[in-house]
């Protein structure tokens, strides 16, 4: 290689996919920094009403308006994203260990009980996550959205995992490791750092995206408690009446919760040849 190529290689921009994910990562941070900050970034407490000045558009003073009631939507914005993004934690975290963590295990089954597994997870995939979740929120208590919403997103997340792990078993690599007569644990631990190293990131930001969407979409349609501080989804749900006619009081709900989840998409950008 010529000295000008090796220069010219040095300062080759990096994939789109890396770009991408460091993009996701930073816009994720900066929410995270407002939910932390989230009591001195809005000016007016939870649910907090001016009633005089009550459906202003945005303006120096309300930069996203006041709705029907007399809230400041920037402030119930705030408020909603430190309830929303939390719940969204809680619910992937259930799709990770269900799921990801769930579809890694189920290939060591004994017995090719693994394949069978895969079976019926792959059925219960087959049913849109949304619908999946209704059903389960119908299954379960009020305070179970959060759960639901974990439960539906994990059968992805299971076969995704299976699949990787499968591969794994099956490699040429973990063939000649067997040969060699290495234990089927040290091939495990080894499989198990690859996919948390590789892979985990992806599964995390993935799962934290469609939990997002789930959790919104249900508290919309009228699931979950009844809490003073609304979530995103309630605060959309709230506005209903007035769509046409303060049309703030819906836009900035929704761009919040969109940002959130593109921020989180793009932070689990698929690899080149993965699935969507």
């Known amino acids: 290689m010529t000295q000008a190529a090796a220069t ?15 993009t996701g990562l930073v816009g994720l941070g900066v929410f995270v920094l407002l ?7 809005a000016r007016a407490p939870v649910g907090k009403e001016y009633h005089a000045l009550a459906g202003q558009a945005p303006s120096a003073v309300f930069i996203f308006g006041t709705d029907a009631l007399g809230h400041d939507l920037f ?14 934690v809680a619910a992937a ?10 579809g890694f295990a189920a290939v060591r089954l004994p017995m090719r009980l693994g394949q069978p597994a895969r079976g019926v997870v792959g059925v219960i995939g087959a049913v849109p996550a949304l619908l999946l979740a209704i059903v389960l929120a ?24 299976f699949d990787r792990a499968e591969a794994f078993a099956d490699s040429r690599h973990a063939e000649f490791a067997r040969a060699t007569g290495i234990p089927a644990t040290t091939l495990l631990r080894r499989d198990l750092v690859y996919e948390i190293r590789a892979h985990l990131i992806s599964v995390a930001c993935r799962s934290l995206a469609l939990a ?3 959790l919104a979409t249900l508290s919309f349609v009228g699931f979950g408690e009844m809490t003073h501080t609304r979530d995103l989804g309630r605060m959309i749900a709230d506005a209903r009446p007035m769509y046409l006619v303060e049309w703030w009081s819906l836009v900035f709900p929704v761009l919040a919760l969109m940002v959130f989840i593109l921020f989180a998409r793009m932070a689990a950008f698929l690899d080149e040849g993965e699935a969507p």
């Open 93 to 102: 975290f259930v799709a990770i260990v269900l799921g990801a963590v769930a």
């Open 35 to 41: 939910i932390a900050l989230s009591d001195v970034i």
């Open 75 to 88: 402030s119930e914005t705030i408020h909603a994203i430190a309830v929303s993004v939390p719940a969204a």
């Open 212 to 214: 997002t969407m789930l």
């Open 8 to 22: 010219s290689a040095s300062f080759r921009s990096p994939p789109l996919g890396s770009i991408a994910r460091a």
């Open 138 to 161: 119908l299954l379960l208590s009020r305070n179970g959205i959060v759960f639901a919403a974990g439960l539906a997103a994990a059968p992805a997340a299971f076969m995704r995992s």
